[in-house]
């Protein structure tokens, strides 16, 4: 699998090839080899990005945690907390070839309705919309707040 280069700083993954040949890329969340899926390998430039470049404590990120919405279990793809586990961060991760639309950005205000956080991240690894909510108005933010900024939403 040739994985394509996203809109991300360089990071120093490992991998590793699974007994059926398939490559896997270690996810330090979850502590673990995993399959290095097109989404996958958003989801952990996503995780390096936050924990190297923003001072997201890894210890503040969870992965695909599950929720329940209209009676039908969901997981978000990544969600970042306060230090209290209050939810204040949701991000949805879609694969380079997923187009960032409104049906993507409406998946992920559904997902608010269960957690109800003030800001909510999309990214396809090449594109990224950053959407803080204000009075449950989405308001667009040029850049990826720091995670001192995100706890003052």
């Known amino acids: ?3 394509p280069v996203l809109n991300f700083p ?5 991998f590793q090839k699974n007994e059926k040949g398939n490559l896997q890329v270690f996810d330090v969340i979850r502590k673990k080899f995993v399959d290095a899926s097109p989404e996958e390998w958003v989801r952990q430039h996503l995780i390096h990005f936050l924990i190297n470049h923003k001072q997201v404590p ?8 599950q929720l329940l919405l209209n009676n039908t279990k969901r997981r978000t793809d990544l969600v970042v907390f306060n230090s209290n586990l209050k939810p204040i ?8 070839e997923v187009k960032m639309d409104q049906l993507t950005i409406n998946q992920a205000l559904r997902y ?20 803080k909510l204000e009075n449950n108005e989405p308001k667009v933010l040029k850049d ?7 706890l003052n939403f």
């Open 1 to 3: 699998m040739n994985l």
């Open 10 to 14: 360089v990071v120093d993954f490992r």
């Open 58 to 65: 890894a210890s503040m990120i969870s992965v695909e945690k």
């Open 89 to 96: 961060l949701i991000i949805e991760c879609k694969a380079p």
């Open 112 to 131: 608010n309705l269960q957690l109800n956080v003030p800001a909510i991240l999309l990214s396809n690894g090449l594109q990224h919309i950053f959407l």
């Open 144 to 150: 990826i707040p720091d995670y001192q900024s995100l």
